[in-house]
């Protein structure tokens, strides 16, 4: 499916579900823009896409295991927020579960900016019935 026909929804999904879970780094180019303004608490960030890269097969090389699911999902047409259960064991065999809230905005079904909560230890329980 081309970016510009893909949904925000299904631009996001991908990026956690193939790009990261099947380790696809092949379709960043096609899932993130360049550049990409990534948010967290008290800084902003413009990352070309050398750098978008870099940071995710550093994150990979990292994590020989890393996995995400989806707890929760809202999407509009542009804007798409995440509440997602992680879990990793990194190079060194140390392992983690943790979970984390980000909010996505998609143009042209290109991921252009990314907020980040704070990772915290843990797991989202499943949401009730909406």
């Known amino acids: 499916m081309s970016s510009t026909t893909r949904s925000a929804e299904e631009t996001v999904r991908t990026y956690l579900d193939v790009l990261y ?29 050398a750098e978008t890269v870099k940071r995710l097969e550093d994150t ?11 707890a929760m999902l809202a999407a509009t047409d542009k804007v798409v927020t995440v509440a ?31 907020w980040n909560s704070r990772e915290t230890g843990g797991h989202w329980d499943a949401p009730r019935t909406l």
């Not at 096609?30 to 303004?37: G, V």
């Not at 990979?60 to 989806?70: I, N």
């Open 60 to 70: 990979l090389d990292l994590c020989p295991v890393l996995h995400f699911d989806t």
């Open 84 to 114: 997602w259960n992680g879990r990793s064991t990194q190079k060194n065999g140390k392992s983690y579960v943790y979970c984390g809230i980000e909010v996505f905005r998609v143009e042209n079904g290109r991921i252009v900016e990314i």
């Open 21 to 49: 879970n099947q380790r696809r780094l092949d379709l960043i180019p096609d899932l993130i823009s360049d550049p990409t303004w990534r948010h967290k608490a008290g800084e902003v960030k413009s990352l070309s896409m």
